[in-house]
């Protein structure tokens, strides 16, 4: 069974500090990785994906994430985080076709002004 | 155009209570997905729905049943409710590879 750990479930940062949230994943076949964000009274939105190819993925609103087979880990990071990026993140895995994601417990970012 | 409709938004009813809610998307995508966020924001898979075969997870009691009228529907719903059952409930469709689309969600409330 795959499964998704997300080490920090709280983080507080101050605006323009860096940002690396840490997602390690456990599946034993090919994956797809995701991170998504929730912002507050909100639904959840794709940031960045991976498939395959380089594993070195871009999202939206500057953010980037680093998949390491090796590691099994697929972390997020934000150069400079800013006020409006305090949200809840969510790593998740699938291995395709109709059987859904998995995603880990979540990240409560919290970004002071 | 919203591509993943939820209704309602917000559903406040009472325990032994039975409940539905509608989600609809209009993306052509042959897959969707009903999950669950509890309170402590845990997001869990409920079901997938793919070509009218239902993956149900094992942990969902089967007071939960999806119903799919058409390819572009899937409601779900929940027979005698339980205070357990209060949580925001995800709507979500996918073309494949994972990639999946959101709805707004729905918050049920359970007295």
């Known amino acids: 069974a795959q499964s998704v750990s997300q080490h920090n479930h709280h983080v507080i940062l101050s605006e323009a500090a860096s940002l690396e949230l840490g997602c390690n994943y456990s599946?034993?076949?090919?994956?797809?990785l995701f991170w998504y964000v929730q912002y507050p009274g909100q639904h959840l939105q794709l940031l960045l994906k991976?498939?395959?190819?380089?594993?070195l993925v871009k999202g939206i609103k500057g953010f980037e994430a680093e998949f390491i087979k090796s590691k099994f880990s697929f972390n997020l990071r934000k150069p400079s985080v800013q006020w409006s990026d305090t949200a809840e993140y969510f790593c998740a895995v699938t291995g395709g076709g109709a059987d859904g994601l998995t995603f880990g417990k979540g990240t409560h970012l919290i970004i002071q002004p | 155009d919203t591509a993943v409709s939820q209704t309602p938004k917000y559903l406040v009813t009472q325990m032994g209570n039975d409940k539905s809610i509608k989600c609809e998307q209009n993306?052509?995508?042959?897959?969707m997905y009903w999950y669950k966020q509890d309170s402590k924001k845990f997001l869990k898979i409920m079901f997938s729905y793919n070509n009218k075969e239902l993956i149900i997870n094992e942990t969902v009691p089967n007071r939960f049943s999806p119903k799919s009228p058409d390819k572009a529907h899937l409601n779900l719903h929940i027979n005698s409710l339980e205070l357990g059952d209060s949580a925001v409930y995800f709507c979500a469709s996918s073309p494949g590879q994972g990639k999946q689309y959101f709805g707004p969600g729905t918050r049920l409330t359970v007295t």
């Open positions: 599946y034993g076949g090919t994956v797809n």
């Open positions: 993306l052509g995508h042959d897959t």
């Open positions: 991976y498939f395959s190819g380089d594993p």
